[in-house]
Protein backbone atom coordinates (compact mmCIF):
# COMPACT_ATOMS: atom_id res chain seq x y z
CA UNK A 1 0.00 0.00 0.00
CA UNK A 2 1.49 3.14 -1.05
CA UNK A 3 0.43 6.37 0.95
CA UNK A 4 -1.53 8.58 -1.11
CA UNK A 5 0.64 10.76 -2.31
CA UNK A 6 0.59 14.73 -1.30
CA UNK A 7 -0.71 17.83 -2.79
CA UNK A 8 2.71 18.28 -3.31
CA UNK A 9 3.82 15.40 -4.50
CA UNK A 10 1.19 16.02 -7.25
CA UNK A 11 2.52 19.27 -7.86
CA UNK A 12 5.93 17.63 -8.70
CA UNK A 13 4.10 15.51 -10.98
CA UNK A 14 2.77 17.81 -13.10
CA UNK A 15 5.61 19.14 -13.15
CA UNK A 16 7.76 16.63 -14.36
CA UNK A 17 4.94 15.39 -16.68
CA UNK A 18 4.02 19.13 -18.46
CA UNK A 19 6.72 21.05 -18.21
CA UNK A 20 9.77 21.92 -20.77
CA UNK A 21 12.73 20.69 -18.80
CA UNK A 22 15.37 23.63 -18.26
CA UNK A 23 12.80 26.24 -18.90
CA UNK A 24 11.27 28.27 -15.50
CA UNK A 25 8.79 29.79 -17.50
CA UNK A 26 7.12 26.69 -18.48
CA UNK A 27 7.64 25.38 -14.50
CA UNK A 28 6.12 28.65 -13.22
CA UNK A 29 3.17 28.60 -15.60
CA UNK A 30 2.68 24.35 -14.91
CA UNK A 31 2.87 25.22 -11.37
CA UNK A 32 0.19 28.45 -11.97
CA UNK A 33 -2.11 26.03 -14.41
CA UNK A 34 -2.40 23.28 -11.89
CA UNK A 35 -2.95 25.49 -8.89
CA UNK A 36 -5.89 27.36 -10.82
CA UNK A 37 -7.44 24.58 -12.27
CA UNK A 38 -6.60 21.12 -9.90
CA UNK A 39 -5.60 21.86 -6.40
CA UNK A 40 -5.27 26.00 -4.81
CA UNK A 41 -1.55 25.85 -3.07
CA UNK A 42 -0.05 28.85 -1.38
CA UNK A 43 2.43 29.60 -4.56
CA UNK A 44 3.37 33.31 -4.46
CA UNK A 45 1.19 32.67 -7.79
CA UNK A 46 1.22 34.96 -11.25
CA UNK A 47 -0.35 38.25 -10.58
CA UNK A 48 1.80 39.21 -7.23
CA UNK A 49 4.21 37.12 -9.08
CA UNK A 50 4.83 39.93 -11.66
CA UNK A 51 4.96 42.43 -8.50
CA UNK A 52 7.80 40.25 -7.48
CA UNK A 53 9.52 40.13 -10.44
CA UNK A 54 9.44 44.23 -10.80
CA UNK A 55 11.15 44.01 -7.21
CA UNK A 56 13.96 41.31 -8.13
CA UNK A 57 14.63 43.40 -11.50
CA UNK A 58 14.84 47.03 -8.94
CA UNK A 59 16.99 45.09 -6.41
CA UNK A 60 19.38 43.15 -9.08
CA UNK A 61 20.76 41.26 -6.26
CA UNK A 62 24.07 39.47 -5.78
CA UNK A 63 22.69 37.16 -2.55
CA UNK A 64 18.84 36.71 -2.32
CA UNK A 65 17.37 35.44 0.56
CA UNK A 66 13.87 33.26 0.71
CA UNK A 67 12.13 32.58 3.89
CA UNK A 68 9.41 29.44 3.27
CA UNK A 69 11.00 27.64 0.02
CA UNK A 70 7.64 25.31 -0.13
CA UNK A 71 7.85 24.13 -3.50
CA UNK A 72 10.35 26.67 -4.81
CA UNK A 73 7.62 28.43 -6.87
CA UNK A 74 9.23 31.42 -5.88
CA UNK A 75 12.64 30.49 -5.80
CA UNK A 76 12.39 29.98 -9.29
CA UNK A 77 10.70 33.23 -10.11
CA UNK A 78 13.14 35.08 -7.81
CA UNK A 79 16.59 32.83 -9.49
CA UNK A 80 15.55 33.01 -12.98
CA UNK A 81 16.27 37.05 -12.95
CA UNK A 82 19.42 36.66 -11.24
CA UNK A 83 22.80 37.99 -13.29
CA UNK A 84 25.30 35.15 -13.78
CA UNK A 85 27.21 35.37 -10.19
CA UNK A 86 23.96 36.27 -8.04
CA UNK A 87 22.61 33.40 -5.81
CA UNK A 88 19.43 32.85 -3.86
CA UNK A 89 19.53 31.19 -0.57
CA UNK A 90 16.04 30.39 0.68
CA UNK A 91 15.00 28.67 4.11
CA UNK A 92 12.53 25.58 4.49
CA UNK A 93 11.89 23.20 7.99
CA UNK A 94 9.77 20.66 6.40
CA UNK A 95 12.14 18.08 4.47
CA UNK A 96 9.16 16.79 2.50
CA UNK A 97 8.50 20.41 0.92
CA UNK A 98 12.74 20.89 0.51
CA UNK A 99 13.00 17.44 -1.28
CA UNK A 100 9.99 18.18 -3.57
CA UNK A 101 11.27 21.55 -4.30
CA UNK A 102 14.58 20.53 -4.78
CA UNK A 103 13.00 18.40 -7.79
CA UNK A 104 11.08 20.97 -8.78
CA UNK A 105 13.90 23.38 -9.06
CA UNK A 106 16.37 20.60 -11.06
CA UNK A 107 13.68 20.92 -13.70
CA UNK A 108 14.28 24.37 -13.82
CA UNK A 109 17.59 24.05 -14.59
CA UNK A 110 18.16 26.24 -11.81
CA UNK A 111 20.22 24.39 -9.18
CA UNK A 112 22.91 25.94 -10.21
CA UNK A 113 21.61 29.22 -8.24
CA UNK A 114 19.53 28.38 -5.56
CA UNK A 115 20.63 26.62 -2.06
CA UNK A 116 17.71 25.19 -0.62
CA UNK A 117 18.34 25.54 3.45
CA UNK A 118 16.96 23.08 5.98
CA UNK A 119 15.82 24.71 8.68
CA UNK A 120 13.55 27.24 10.83
CA UNK A 121 14.81 30.39 9.73
CA UNK A 122 15.51 31.80 13.04
CA UNK A 123 17.95 29.44 13.35
CA UNK A 124 19.45 29.70 10.41
CA UNK A 125 19.64 33.22 9.73
CA UNK A 126 22.27 33.56 12.34
CA UNK A 127 24.19 30.68 10.80
CA UNK A 128 24.27 32.42 7.69
CA UNK A 129 27.68 34.53 7.65
CA UNK A 130 29.83 31.73 9.07
CA UNK A 131 28.20 28.63 6.90
CA UNK A 132 27.20 30.01 4.25
CA UNK A 133 29.54 33.18 3.64
CA UNK A 134 26.72 36.20 3.55
CA UNK A 135 28.20 38.84 4.38
CA UNK A 136 25.08 41.41 3.17
CA UNK A 137 21.57 39.89 1.90
CA UNK A 138 20.79 42.41 -1.18
CA UNK A 139 17.48 41.14 -1.42
CA UNK A 140 14.73 39.05 0.85
CA UNK A 141 11.03 37.25 0.15
CA UNK A 142 9.23 36.67 3.02
CA UNK A 143 6.52 33.85 2.86
CA UNK A 144 6.91 31.87 5.32
CA UNK A 145 5.03 31.48 8.82
CA UNK A 146 3.43 34.87 9.07
CA UNK A 147 4.72 36.17 12.92
CA UNK A 148 7.76 35.33 12.05
CA UNK A 149 8.15 37.73 9.25
CA UNK A 150 8.70 40.59 12.23
CA UNK A 151 11.40 38.45 14.50
CA UNK A 152 13.11 37.12 11.35
CA UNK A 153 13.28 40.66 9.88
CA UNK A 154 14.82 42.23 13.55
CA UNK A 155 16.89 39.10 13.68
CA UNK A 156 18.52 39.95 10.00
CA UNK A 157 19.15 43.64 11.11
CA UNK A 158 21.15 42.62 14.48
CA UNK A 159 23.30 40.13 12.46
CA UNK A 160 23.97 42.97 10.59
CA UNK A 161 23.01 41.10 7.24
CA UNK A 162 21.27 44.62 5.87
CA UNK A 163 22.67 47.19 3.91
CA UNK A 164 21.66 50.58 2.61
CA UNK A 165 19.46 50.00 -0.23
CA UNK A 166 18.93 46.32 1.28
CA UNK A 167 15.20 45.79 -0.20
CA UNK A 168 12.58 43.29 1.63
CA UNK A 169 9.49 42.36 -0.10
CA UNK A 170 6.63 40.33 1.98
CA UNK A 171 3.46 38.35 0.88
CA UNK A 172 0.38 38.02 2.58
CA UNK A 173 0.03 41.56 3.52
CA UNK A 174 -3.84 41.55 3.46
CA UNK A 175 -4.46 37.88 3.77
CA UNK A 176 -3.61 36.11 5.79
CA UNK A 177 -2.12 39.41 7.06
CA UNK A 178 1.02 40.02 9.21
CA UNK A 179 -0.01 42.81 11.35
CA UNK A 180 2.61 43.26 13.85
CA UNK A 181 5.20 43.00 11.09
CA UNK A 182 3.07 45.86 9.17
CA UNK A 183 3.06 47.86 12.47
CA UNK A 184 6.75 47.62 13.39
CA UNK A 185 8.47 48.09 9.46
CA UNK A 186 5.84 50.96 8.71
CA UNK A 187 7.04 52.98 12.14
CA UNK A 188 11.07 52.08 11.94
CA UNK A 189 12.79 54.77 10.87
CA UNK A 190 15.13 52.74 9.00
CA UNK A 191 12.54 51.40 6.49
CA UNK A 192 10.95 52.95 3.66
CA UNK A 193 7.92 51.06 3.00
CA UNK A 194 5.65 51.11 0.00
CA UNK A 195 2.37 48.63 -0.43
CA UNK A 196 1.51 47.11 -3.50
CA UNK A 197 -2.33 45.88 -3.29
CA UNK A 198 -3.39 42.88 -5.52
CA UNK A 199 -4.95 39.12 -4.96
CA UNK A 200 -4.44 36.02 -3.15
CA UNK A 201 -2.92 33.43 -5.45
CA UNK A 202 -5.30 31.71 -7.76
CA UNK A 203 -8.28 33.83 -5.57
CA UNK A 204 -10.50 36.35 -6.18
CA UNK A 205 -9.10 37.83 -2.36
CA UNK A 206 -7.30 41.13 -1.68
CA UNK A 207 -4.13 40.71 -0.79
CA UNK A 208 -1.33 42.81 -1.04
CA UNK A 209 2.64 42.88 -0.78
CA UNK A 210 4.73 45.16 1.38
CA UNK A 211 8.69 46.44 0.28
CA UNK A 212 11.17 47.92 2.77
CA UNK A 213 14.19 49.22 2.05
CA UNK A 214 16.64 49.24 4.46
CA UNK A 215 18.00 52.85 4.11
CA UNK A 216 21.16 52.44 6.94
N1 LIG B 1 9.99 29.70 10.39
C1 LIG B 1 10.10 28.95 9.28
N2 LIG B 1 11.32 28.53 8.87
C2 LIG B 1 11.43 27.79 7.75
N3 LIG B 1 10.39 27.39 7.00
C3 LIG B 1 9.18 27.79 7.38
C4 LIG B 1 8.96 28.58 8.51
N4 LIG B 1 7.64 28.84 8.61
C5 LIG B 1 7.03 28.20 7.58
N5 LIG B 1 7.96 27.57 6.85
C6 LIG B 1 7.74 26.83 5.64
O1 LIG B 1 7.18 27.71 4.69
C7 LIG B 1 6.49 26.93 3.75
C8 LIG B 1 5.22 27.43 3.32
N6 LIG B 1 4.51 27.89 4.46
C9 LIG B 1 4.25 29.15 4.50
C10 LIG B 1 3.44 29.25 5.57
C11 LIG B 1 2.85 30.53 5.88
N7 LIG B 1 2.20 30.99 4.66
C12 LIG B 1 0.97 30.81 4.61
O2 LIG B 1 0.44 30.21 5.57
C13 LIG B 1 0.15 31.30 3.45
C14 LIG B 1 -1.20 31.08 3.54
C15 LIG B 1 -2.01 31.51 2.50
N8 LIG B 1 -3.40 31.26 2.60
O3 LIG B 1 -3.83 30.66 3.63
O4 LIG B 1 -4.19 31.66 1.69
C16 LIG B 1 -1.49 32.17 1.38
C17 LIG B 1 -0.11 32.40 1.31
O5 LIG B 1 0.45 33.04 0.22
C18 LIG B 1 0.72 31.97 2.33
O6 LIG B 1 2.06 32.22 2.23
N9 LIG B 1 3.25 28.06 6.17
N10 LIG B 1 3.94 27.20 5.47
C19 LIG B 1 6.20 25.59 4.38
O7 LIG B 1 6.87 24.68 3.56
C20 LIG B 1 6.76 25.70 5.77
O8 LIG B 1 7.41 24.52 6.11
MG1 LIG C 1 2.46 33.66 0.60
Wanted: glycine residues 6%; aromatic residues 10%; negative net charge.
Amino acid sequence: FVMDQSKEQRILNSVSYNAVKGDPESVLDCIDNYCSQKEWAMNVGDEKGVILDKVVEEADPTIALEFGTYVGYSAIRIARLLKPNARLLTIEFNPEFASIAREIIEIAGLSEKITIIEGHSQDIIPQLREKYQVDKVDFVFLDHWKERYCPDTILLEECGYLKKGSILLADNIVYPGAPDFVKYIRSHKSFDCTNYPSHLEYMKVEDAMEKAVYMG
